[in-house]
């Protein structure tokens, strides 16, 4: 029988940035992790970043992983039904950033067992909670939250719920990661419905940006960021609170940073 409940999210949808518009477009600055869940684990991956990685030839086409395309840029969804009997098999999103796909299957299958293949769009499943699309996650490859080198594990699932109010569309991303997250990563993005909006395709090739000795990784050792200090210095941000952590997600800890010092003898 099908599910009256249901709501009809196949079209175009425009992203609407605004959301967190520095950090969707310009990217957040290094060193700044606060608001986000992170262990030290994740801490320590953070502060070793170089953004020169991404000039490296085989990270220039590397995809956005699933829970982090929402980020940016339009998409377009669609459904799967079964001929005779209509039931709903499957839903599709294509993401303009990467041309990337995936199939968040409807039919009630269960997720592979651990050792099946890890994929940037990983395995998804969906229920119908009314009529909100949830959807549940797994078999992620190892990707970033942020990308600023904030990273995400191959261990984490995530759960999404696509609710539409006439024609504007909010998808929510819940993460959890056991190896870097110490609490839930929550995002919102908003879409609206474009009626005659069409996807432009995306080729992406590969080129030597920086000549390098070969094998040479642009990272930085631990303690050795020469930049980590810029944001907290520019923006008057306590060490501590740039420095992330799950305290740093909620309103109180506006509280705690106003006992802080500031870097730099700012006020």
């Not at 796909?101 to 269960?110: A, F, H, L, V």
């Not at 930049?227 to 799950?246: D, R, S, T, W």
Request: with cysteine.
């Amino acid at each position: 029988m099908l599910a009256s409940a249901q709501v009809n999210l196949s079209g175009v949808w425009s992203s609407r940035l605004d959301e967190d518009f520095p950090d969707r477009l310009a990217g957040p600055e290094l060193g700044d992790y606060g608001g986000l869940p992170i262990n030290a684990a994740d801490r320590l991956r953070a502060t070793s970043w170089n953004a020169s990685l991404i000039t490296l030839p085989e990270y220039q086409c590397r995809v956005h992983p699933s829970d982090y395309a929402a980020s940016f840029a339009d998409i377009r969804m669609w459904e799967d039904r079964d001929r005779d009997t209509q039931e709903l098999v499957a839903i599709h999103i294509h993401h303009f950033a990467w041309a990337t796909e995936r199939t968040i299957w409807m039919d009630g299958r269960p997720h592979p067992p651990d050792y099946a293949l890890h994929t940037a769009m990983g395995f998804s499943t969906g229920k119908w909670d009314g009529d909100i699309l949830t959807v549940t996650t797994t078999h992620l490859k190892e990707g970033w939250a942020r990308r600023n080198g904030v990273a995400r594990s191959d261990r984490a699932t995530v759960t999404e719920h696509f609710i539409r109010h006439g024609d504007d569309l909010t998808w929510v991303i819940v993460v959890n990661d056991p190896v870097y997250f110490t609490e839930p990563l929550f995002r919102s993005r908003d879409y609206v419905f474009n009626a005659t909006g069409q996807i432009a395709p995306y080729p992406c090739e590969s080129v030597t940006e920086i000549i390098r000795p070969k094998g040479q990784i642009p990272h930085y050792l631990p303690n050795t960021n020469p930049f980590l200090k810029e944001y907290q210095v520019n923006h008057g941000i306590p060490e501590q609170a740039a420095m992330g952590g799950a305290e740093t997600m909620y309103p109180e800890y506006k509280q705690k940073i106003a006992t802080m010092p500031k870097p730099g003898g700012a006020k």
